[in-house]
């Protein structure tokens, strides 16, 4: 029964290509999040939608597009992938933006 | 100075030792605290959440707030291999309608030997 779902959980891709990353949560959350977690292990926000809004984005490239089709699922679309987005990306989910539930992460790797 | 200091270790302890876990913070704005427990190639997983100052306690894990030193700690009694992991502290200013992300130390691998 998992709360929060990331698909695929691997991705092997080459430079220039363009990939997206779904998420879903069954939790009846409002607000969902995307977090890059970099080789370091260091994990900073990328952005957060509350109820399909945007409102957050954290000097993000353009490259990287959220989309929220509605309030369980929030997607990440990555253009023209780079050696440098190579991360874990995390989504997660909260129901007062503070408690945050994170998924099982997407392990990118470009080549 | 970044945001959130964490001593990214390795901790080696006994099995059965106190751990104390620790993050200090500059930004005098946070007022929600939380600590997350990661296993290799796995999510956060959140073990503590905690509001301004003050403590907090489920089970083995006990979590200290002092907001006038912005010093936060996570304390794990009686701590058992299944323990190792790396721990992250993570705070919120509450801002933004509660949809602000959080700030993340870079993590304290701990490690409890048998």
């Known amino acids: 029964d998992t709360a929060v779902s990331q698909t695929p959980k691997y991705l092997v891709t080459q430079m220039g290509n363009d990939k997206s990353i779904k998420c879903e949560q069954n939790l009846g959350h409002d607000t969902m999040y995307w977090y890059k977690q970099d080789s370091k292990k260091f994990l900073k926000i990328m952005f957060s939608y509350n109820n399909k809004e945007l409102i957050i984005n954290e000097t993000v490239p353009n490259r990287f597009s959220p989309k929220s089709p509605d309030k369980a699922h929030l997607n990440l679309h990555i253009n023209s992938l780079e050696l440098g987005d190579s991360a874990v990306y995390f989504c997660?989910?909260?129901?007062?933006?503070?408690?945050?539930?994170f998924g099982p992460g997407t392990r990118l790797t470009v080549t | 100075q970044k945001e959130v200091e964490q001593d990214p270790g390795p901790l080696s302890v006994p099995e059965g030792a106190i751990v104390s876990l620790n993050c200090t913070y500059s930004n005098s704005a946070f007022q929600y605290f939380m600590w997350y427990r990661q296993y290799s190639r796995k999510g956060p997983e959140l073990l503590m959440y905690t509001y301004s100052s003050g403590n907090k306690e489920d089970g083995r894990f006990t979590a200290q707030v002092d907001k006038s030193s912005k010093y936060i700690s996570l304390f794990i009694r009686d701590s058992q291999p299944s323990d190792s992991a790396t721990y992250l502290c993570?705070?919120?200013?509450?801002?933004?309608?509660?949809?602000?992300?959080?700030?993340f130390g870079k993590g304290t691998h701990l490690i409890i030997q048998p």
């Open positions: 997660a989910s909260s129901p007062m933006g503070y408690e945050q539930y």
């Open positions: 993570a705070m919120s200013a509450g801002s933004g309608g509660g949809a602000d992300g959080l700030t």
